[in-house]
C-alpha cells in the first residue's frame, strides 16, 4: 500500500482519488478551495463536477498542503494547466528529494511554451517528475468503466513502480519513455477537439468529423517529431487515442466549448457555459507559437486561433481548410517509377 497525495479536488483529481483508494492505497485529496472541501467533506461526492461518484469515507479531504504532502510515496498533481506554476511553488516547500510527482493536467504554458512536467521541474528541482495521459474521461473512470492510460517518466523503474500503483481490473496502464510526446498529444489534442466541437455546432457530419481528427494527428505529429518527440507515440494512448475521444466524447468540455461556439457563442460565452476549465483555449496560442518557432504548418491550428481570438466565423475557417493549397498526403512515400 503506498501512501498518495492527490492534489486538485475536481473531476479528474476526485475520480483517481476514488481509483488509487480501490486499489487499496491510503489516499489524501487536497483542495486550495475551502468551499469545495466542505462540500465533498459534507455530501462525500464532488456534487458540481463528478456528481454520482461516491468518495469513500476512508479518502481524507483537506485544505491543509504541508499535511497533504507529508510522508507521500506519490503526490498526483491534478489541478488545472493554467495553475499548475502556482500550485508547484505552494508545494516546494514541503516536498522531499526524490519526490515522485504524477502530473494528470494537459496544456503548454502560453508565455513560456513549456511543457507542464518542465515547469514542475523548474519549480520543483528535487521531484522526480511523470506523467500519466491517454483517453480516460473522469466521468467514466469514477463509475468504473474499463480504460486505458500511459505513463512516460524519465526512469523505467519509476515508471513501471507508477503503473503499479495506478493499474486495476478497470484501469489498463501502458509505459513510454516519451514524455514529450504524451505531452504533446495531450495538449494539443484538446485545441482539434475545439474544431471539432465547433464542426458538430455547425451541424457538419461524421465526414467532417473524421478529418479533423486525421489531419488533425497529422499536425500534431509533424510538430511532435520537428521538437524531439517520437512519431509512435501520437498513434498511441496519447495521441490517436485521446484525440478521438476528446473530440467525439459528450464528457468533454472541449468539445462542448467548440459545440457553443459553432452554435454562435463567443469564446467567452462558451467558457463560462461550460463552467469548468477549457483547456484548449489556454493551449492554442502556445500551439500557434510552437508552430511557428519550429515552421510547421498547422492549418487547423491556425483556423481555431483566428476563430478563438480574432473573431472570425467558424463557418468561413472551414472554407478557408477545405480551399488550400493542393497537397499530398503522404509526402514521405514515393511514387513507382513511370
Same mark, same amino acid.
Given at each position: 500500500?503506498?501512501?498518495?497525495?492527490?492534489?486538485?479536488? *475536481?473531476?479528474?483529481?476526485?475520480?483517481?482519488?476514488?481509483?488509487?483508494?480501490?486499489?487499496?492505497?491510503?489516499?489524501?485529496?487536497?483542495?486550495?478551495?475551502?468551499?469545495? $472541501?466542505?462540500?465533498?467533506?459534507e455530501k462525500?461526492?464532488?456534487?458540481?463536477?463528478?456528481p454520482?461518484?461516491r468518495?469513500?469515507?476512508?479518502?481524507?479531504?483537506t #485544505?491543509?498542503?504541508?499535511?497533504?504532502?507529508?510522508?507521500?510515496?506519490?503526490?498526483?498533481?491534478?489541478?488545472?494547466?493554467?495553475? $499548475?506554476?502556482?500550485?508547484?511553488?505552494?508545494?516546494?516547500?514541503?516536498? +522531499?528529494?526524490?519526490?515522485?510527482?504524477?502530473?494528470?493536467? @494537459?496544456?503548454?504554458?502560453? @508565455?513560456?511554451?513549456?511543457? #507542464?512536467?518542465?515547469?514542475?521541474?523548474?519549480?520543483?528541482?528535487?521531484?522526480?517528475?511523470?506523467?500519466?495521459? *491517454?483517453?480516460?474521461?473522469?466521468?467514466?473512470? =469514477?463509475?468504473?468503466?474499463?480504460?486505458?492510460?500511459?505513463?512516460?517518466?524519465? @526512469?523505467?523503474?519509476?515508471?513501471? /513502480?507508477?503503473?503499479?500503483?495506478?493499474?486495476?481490473?478497470?484501469?489498463?496502464?501502458?509505459?513510454?519513455?516519451?514524455?514529450? *510526446?504524451?505531452?504533446?498529444?495531450?495538449?494539443? +489534442?484538446?485545441?482539434?477537439?475545439?474544431?471539432? =466541437?465547433?464542426?458538430?455546432?455547425?451541424?457538419?457530419?461524421?465526414?467532417? @468529423?473524421?478529418?479533423?481528427?486525421?489531419? =488533425?494527428?497529422?499536425?500534431?505529429?509533424? #510538430?511532435?517529431?520537428?521538437?524531439?518527440?517520437?512519431c509512435?507515440?501520437?498513434? *498511441?494512448?496519447?495521441? $490517436?487515442?485521446?484525440?478521438?475521444?476528446?473530440?467525439?466524447?459528450?464528457?468533454?468540455?472541449?468539445?462542448?466549448?467548440g459545440?457553443?461556439?459553432?452554435?454562435? /457563442?463567443?469564446?467567452?460565452?462558451?467558457?463560462?457555459?461550460?463552467?469548468?476549465?477549457?483547456?484548449?483555449? /489556454?493551449?492554442?496560442?502556445?500551439?500557434?507559437?510552437?508552430?511557428?518557432?519550429?515552421?510547421?504548418?498547422?492549418?487547423?491550428?491556425? !483556423?481555431?486561433? +483566428?476563430?478563438?481570438?480574432?473573431?472570425k466565423?467558424?463557418?468561413?475557417?472551414?472554407?478557408?481548410?477545405?480551399?488550400?493549397d493542393?497537397?499530398?498526403?503522404?509526402?514521405?512515400?514515393?511514387?513507382?517509377? !513511370?
Amino acid at each position: 500500500m503506498a501512501k498518495i497525495s492527490v492534489l486538485g479536488a *475536481g473531476s479528474w483529481g476526485t475520480a483517481l482519488a476514488v481509483l488509487l483508494h480501490n486499489n487499496g492505497h491510503d489516499v489524501i485529496l487536497w483542495s486550495a478551495l475551502g468551499e469545495e $472541501i466542505e462540500l465533498i467533506r459534507e455530501k462525500r461526492e464532488n456534487v458540481s463536477k463528478l456528481p454520482g461518484v461516491r468518495i469513500p469515507e476512508e479518502i481524507d479531504i483537506t #485544505l491543509d498542503l504541508e499535511r497533504s504532502l507529508n510522508q507521500a510515496d506519490v503526490a498526483v498533481l491534478a489541478v488545472p494547466s493554467p495553475y $499548475i506554476r502556482s500550485t508547484c511553488k505552494r508545494m516546494k516547500p514541503f516536498v +522531499k528529494e526524490g519526490q515522485i510527482i504524477v502530473n494528470v493536467a @494537459k496544456g503548454i504554458e502560453e @508565455k513560456t511554451l513549456m511543457t #507542464l512536467s518542465e515547469i514542475i521541474e523548474q519549480e520543483i528541482p528535487a521531484a522526480d517528475v511523470s506523467v500519466l495521459s *491517454g483517453p480516460s474521461h473522469a466521468e467514466e473512470v =469514477g463509475r468504473g468503466l474499463p480504460t486505458t492510460c500511459v505513463i512516460s517518466s524519465h @526512469k523505467r523503474l519509476t515508471a513501471e /513502480y507508477l503503473q503499479g500503483i495506478f493499474m486495476s481490473p478497470v484501469f489498463r496502464v501502458y509505459t513510454t519513455p516519451d514524455m514529450l *510526446g504524451v505531452e504533446l498529444g495531450a495538449a494539443l +489534442k484538446n485545441v482539434i477537439a475545439l474544431a471539432a =466541437g465547433t464542426a458538430d455546432g455547425l451541424g457538419y457530419g461524421d465526414n467532417t @468529423k473524421a478529418a479533423l481528427i486525421t489531419r =488533425g494527428i497529422a499536425e500534431i505529429s509533424r #510538430l511532435g517529431v520537428k521538437m524531439g518527440a517520437r512519431c509512435e507515440t501520437f498513434y *498511441g494512448l496519447s495521441g $490517436i487515442g485521446d484525440l478521438i475521444v476528446t473530440c467525439a466524447s459528450v464528457h468533454s468540455r472541449n468539445r462542448k466549448a467548440g459545440y457553443l461556439m459553432g452554435k454562435g /457563442y463567443t469564446m467567452e460565452e462558451a467558457m463560462k457555459e461550460v463552467k469548468m476549465v477549457v483547456e484548449g483555449v /489556454y493551449s492554442a496560442k502556445a500551439a500557434k507559437s510552437l508552430s511557428e518557432k519550429y515552421d510547421v504548418e498547422m492549418p487547423i491550428i491556425t !483556423e481555431v486561433n +483566428k476563430v478563438l481570438f480574432e473573431g472570425k466565423p467558424a463557418s468561413d475557417a472551414v472554407i478557408d481548410l477545405m480551399i488550400r493549397d493542393k497537397k499530398v498526403e503522404t509526402p514521405m512515400l514515393p511514387w513507382p517509377e !513511370e
